[in-house]
């Protein structure tokens, strides 16, 4: 059972710099309910890539660091068997981070911070030579294991702060 992700780019941001943009960049937001379970996996690649959001206009290979945060929430679908549930972001074939629980009755709000160090974004090839993963679009991925109890995901939102100067 595979169950398609839909995130909707909320705005297309060629190259952000500490000074043109010190707030928040919301790069993607999904405000409807989808469902995960024995070993469902849902996978959704954005149409921005770190080096879009971290490269410094007019510096060659200067990226600033920041932070990526996912935001969602979690709720099993049935109240007394929890699911086990995993959250990721990455681009090209580089993690950047990930987390894991279990779902509970009650709906829960999950936030999951993870840094955008700019080496990553600068250095790191695919193998066998190709791009910098960096150049790579980002990548949300949810999954809920084989035999585990479905999960509800939902108020998916994934933003890019960068750090101040």
């Given at each position: 059972m595979k169950k398609s992700l839909i995130i909707s780019i909320l705005a297309t941001v060629p190259f952000i710099s500490p000074q043109s943009c010190p707030q928040p960049v919301n790069i993607?937001?999904?405000?409807?309910?989808?469902?995960?379970?024995?070993?469902?996996?849902?996978?959704?690649?954005?149409?921005?890539?770190?080096?879009q959001l971290?490269?410094?206009?007019g510096q060659s290979f200067q990226f600033i660091e920041?932070?990526?945060?996912?935001?969602?929430t979690v709720k099993n679908h049935f109240a007394a068997y929890?699911?086990?549930?995993?959250?990721?972001?990455?681009f090209?074939?580089?993690e950047l981070c990930?987390?894991?629980g279990w779902g509970t009755a009650a709906v829960k709000q999950i936030t999951m911070a993870c840094p955008g160090p700019g080496?990553?974004?600068?250095?790191q090839a695919l193998p066998g030579g190709g791009p910098v993963q960096?150049?790579?679009?980002?990548?949300?991925?949810f999954s809920v294991p084989t035999g585990d109890w479905p999960i509800f995901f939902d108020k998916v939102a994934l933003t890019f702060t960068p750090d101040n100067p």
């Open positions: 993607s937001i999904l405000n409807q309910t989808f469902e995960l379970g024995y070993g469902a996996t849902n996978s959704q690649p954005l149409s921005v890539s770190p080096v971290q490269a410094v206009p920041g932070t990526y945060t996912l935001n969602f929890p699911g086990y549930w995993t959250a990721q972001i990455d090209g074939t580089q990930s987390m894991d080496y990553i974004v600068a250095d960096g150049a790579q679009p980002l990548t949300v991925n």
